[in-house]
């Protein structure tokens, strides 16, 4: 007997093949960019996608030998050693040639770097790590940094082949040093046939790096903003997802799910998830395991939200709470009469703040709560 299929929704990691959908467009778009040395910028909020666009993306182009990449997640990095080792190690791993990653050649590598990296072997494994010890004068580790900036298009150079350089979480930039956007931004300036792709959330700190004159990395790339999973698109994946295994969901029941979540990647497979797990083997899901999953998620995300709630000051509570009752009206004069909110310059302060957090996001008719659950907890929070 075969055993039964495991649940098919999964959130949290990267949505790789069967458990990505869409982005049909945008996969296009940035796969031509990637090939012809565009540099982009991939915009979009918390758990929208951005991460698993862009490796979907590049394991392809991957795959069929057009490009190497090198990647780094800046959030894993928060001192420039740090970044110098996470470069260094996606340069030897995905952009080597198989004769520089002999163990007697990995050293040759990085012969020409200010700071020469402690090379260590794991024999269990055979991975390769470097390190780059704290304590050194800052001028030589932005020397090391430029050059390890520099690599992966001389190396692709090198191969005949074209590079890619992808910086996750690229808003942390400033959090690591200040002066790195001007250092990154001048070497990379001089490489136009690598394509540098940069993804990021905090929405504020990204479109500030970008737009603003005055930053050095002002329109220096083609801005991409990625949306929610159209619910049109969402649906009859839900549907397959349910198929394969042996339980099943009809439209209306899709219908419900995608009313809360609104096609946002992140919550429909979360709640898909916990949906799966309440309609038993053999069964289609009814109303009631809708119900009952959505009572599991705002459970499970309870410690979540509860920090979020505790750091948010009172104005930005109140104006949590308004919004979850009544989203996408903007804080008008009624509006903040109707749901007993201070002052305006108070609640343009909270809304200011909330949005800078991406905690609330702004509509064509106002704003509502990100996150499709936080306004179901928030309103049920009893203060
Ligand atoms: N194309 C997709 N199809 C289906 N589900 C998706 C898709 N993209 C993302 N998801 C869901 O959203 C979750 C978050 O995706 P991902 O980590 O790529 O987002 P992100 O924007 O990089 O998030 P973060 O801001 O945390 O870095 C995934 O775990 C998956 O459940
Ligand atoms: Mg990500």
């Known amino acids: ?87 260094a190690s996606s340069i030897y791993e995905d952009m080597a040639p198989p004769v520089l990653r002999a163990r007697d050649k990995v050293g040759s590598l990085f012969s020409g770097l200010r700071i020469t990296p402690r090379i260590l072997f794991d024999p269990n494994t055979g991975g390769v790590t470097f390190s780059f010890e704290a304590g050194h004068a800052r001028e030589d580790v932005d020397a090391t940094l430029e050059r390890l ?28 040093d200040p002066h790195l956007p001007a250092l990154m931004r001048s070497v990379f300036q001089r490489q136009s046939e690598v394509a540098h792709i940069y993804l990021g959330s905090k929405r504020a700190m990204m479109h500030r790096l970008f737009n603003d004159e005055n930053e050095p990395f002002w329109r220096s790339a083609k801005q991409m903003e990625l949306g929610v999973i159209h619910p049109d698109l969402f649906a009859p994946f839900i549907v397959r997802c349910f198929d394969r295994t042996d339980r099943r969901i009809d439209a209306t029941l899709v219908e419900r799910v995608l009313a809360v979540t609104r096609g946002h990647p992140y919550a429909t497979q979360e709640l898909c998830y916990f949906l799966w ?13 809708v119900g009952d999953a959505l009572a599991a998620v705002l459970r499970s995300e309870n410690a979540h939200f509860s920090r979020i709630w505790d750091k948010a000051a009172r104005g930005q509570r109140l104006v949590l709470q308004a919004l979850a009752a009544e989203p996408d ?24 703040a909330l949005s800078d957090d991406e905690l609330v996001v702004r509509t064509a008719d106002g704003y509502r709560i990100a996150e499709p659950f936080f306004a179901e907890w928030a309103l049920r929070y009893e203060s």
């Open 1 to 87: 007997m075969s055993r039964p299929a495991p649940n098919p929704f999964r959130y949290g990691d990267l949505a790789f093949d069967e458990a990505f959908t869409d982005r049909e467009a945008e996969t296009r778009e940035l796969r031509a960019d990637v090939r012809n040395g565009q540099n982009v910028v991939l915009f979009a909020p918390r758990r929208y996608g951005k991460s698993s666009l862009v490796w979907r993306v590049m394991r392809e182009l991957v795959a069929t030998g057009d490009v190497l990449v090198a990647q780094v997640d800046l959030l894993a990095t928060p001192s420039k050693e740090k970044l110098a080792e996470k470069l």
């Open 329 to 352: 009206r903007p804080i008008s004069e009624e509006y903040r009469r109707r749901h007993s909110l201070p002052s305006d310059a108070t609640v343009r302060k909270a809304i200011r």
């Open 149 to 176: 900036f520099e690599l992966p298009a001389q190396i692709a150079a090198e191969r005949r082949q074209r590079a890619a350089l992808v910086f996750d979480e690229f808003q942390e930039v400033v959090e690591i």
């Open 277 to 289: 797990e309440e309609v038993p083997e053999g069964f289609s899901a009814t109303d009631a395991d």
